[in-house]
């Protein structure tokens, strides 16, 4: 069954260093996400991405964030200078498309801040 | 962005037994709820999306039911088993244009043999 793939698994950062986290989603997807949780905390929102362009994003997603797909399978995630409050789980997803679709979720990427 | 709350935080069971969760979320502007259960060191996947009260969904011993006018869906397990142990989320969707789904914080549940 195909799956959204999610590298590394883990990264550990020193503050203020940049991050690029990588996803591949499903290949007749086209609805992308980006999701983390902080440990002890919800699932939060941070992105949504649909023909090539951000179509929605939390509040959490400043200037510090930013997403790329740089070709027809990657959809990334970049940290620009990461902070230690940006430790979390880090999760991509994706969808065919449709407001009430599932999400596919890759396995997560856990991103420490030292 | 919607309160979406989970009950209870945990939970611990003996195989066999049966139980249930409860999420909360507000009853105006609802669009759709889903669960999806989290094993550690997985994906989590997606159980059910449900969007008409009174819908009730099952998938084996797992089933769940929605009620939008109170604002709670209750997810049930019938017959716990060992490999039913993971953190049951749900999340719900409003009804604008581009709302997201807001997560809860999950239920672990703890299914011992």
């Known amino acids: 069954e195909p799956e959204v793939t999610q590298t590394p698994s883990h990264q550990v950062t020193q503050m203020g260093q940049e991050v690029i986290l990588r996803c591949v989603p499903i290949s007749n997807h086209l609805y992308f996400y980006w999701y983390r949780q902080i440990l002890g905390q919800k699932v ?26 740089p070709d027809g399978s990657n959809f990334t995630l970049k940290i620009r200078s990461t902070k230690l409050e940006d430790s979390a789980m880090y999760f991509c997803a994706s969808t065919p498309g449709g407001r009430e679709e599932k999400l596919f979720f890759g396995s997560g990427t856990q991103l420490s801040v030292l | 962005i919607l309160n979406v709350e989970q009950s209870p935080q945990s939970l611990h069971v003996q195989e066999g037994d049966s139980t249930n969760f409860t999420c909360s979320f507000p009853s105006s502007n609802f669009y759709a709820l889903h669960w999806y259960r989290w094993e550690t060191a997985k994906s989590p996947e997606a159980l059910f999306v449900m969007t008409l009260n009174g819908d009730e969904k099952k998938k084996g011993r797992i089933s769940a039911t929605l009620n939008t006018k109170e604002g709670y869906s209750y997810l049930y397990i019938k017959g716990s088993q060992p490999e039913d142990s993971a953190t049951y989320l749900c999340a719900a969707k409003g009804d604008s244009g581009y709302s997201t789904l807001t997560f809860g914080k999950g239920t672990m549940l703890l299914v011992s043999p």
Do not use: A, G, H, T
């Open chain 1, 44 to 69: 939060e929102f941070l992105v949504s991405f649909y023909n090539n362009e951000i179509s929605e994003k939390s509040e959490i997603f400043d200037d510090q964030f930013s997403v790329e797909r």
